[in-house]
């Protein structure tokens, strides 16, 4: 089981860029790891996913403006946000999903707002 502390967000105006991190507590190399968020008043959704083996998926909003990577011997995971607009504020949950057990879990989450 792992522990997830999300760190990077912040204010930054429309058409700029922020990256966050997530670290772990532990091992991710059996996780799918992924980038979560949720507006006020809007349902949590998914922004990317990355396979243990480095695949990325993309929600159509983040596709072509978000990149997800990850270092499994850092224990780190990292959402690269180009191209910001405001309907991207939100907070943002870093994820893991066991491949081998219903385990699950979230960070505490990081604000991110876009604005002018």
């Known amino acids: 089981q792992v522990q997830l502390v999300e760190s990077g967000g912040g204010l930054v105006q429309p058409g700029g860029s922020l990256r966050l991190s997530c670290a772990a507590s532990?091992?991710?190399?059996?996780?799918?790891m992924g980038w979560f968020r949720q507006a006020p008043g809007k349902q949590r959704e998914l922004v990317a996913s990355?396979?243990?083996?480095?695949?990325?998926n993309y929600a159509d909003s983040a596709k072509g403006r978000f990149t997800i990577s990850r270092d499994n011997a850092k224990n780190t995971v990292s959402l690269q946000m180009d191209s910001l607009k405001p309907e991207d504020t939100a907070v943002y949950y870093c994820?893991?999903?066991?491949?081998?057990?219903?385990?699950?879990?979230w960070g505490q989450g990081t604000q991110v707002t876009v604005s002018s």
């Open positions: 990355i396979t243990s083996g480095g695949f990325p």
């Open positions: 532990g091992s991710i190399s059996m996780y799918v």
């Open positions: 994820y893991a999903r066991s491949l081998y057990d219903s385990y699950q879990n």
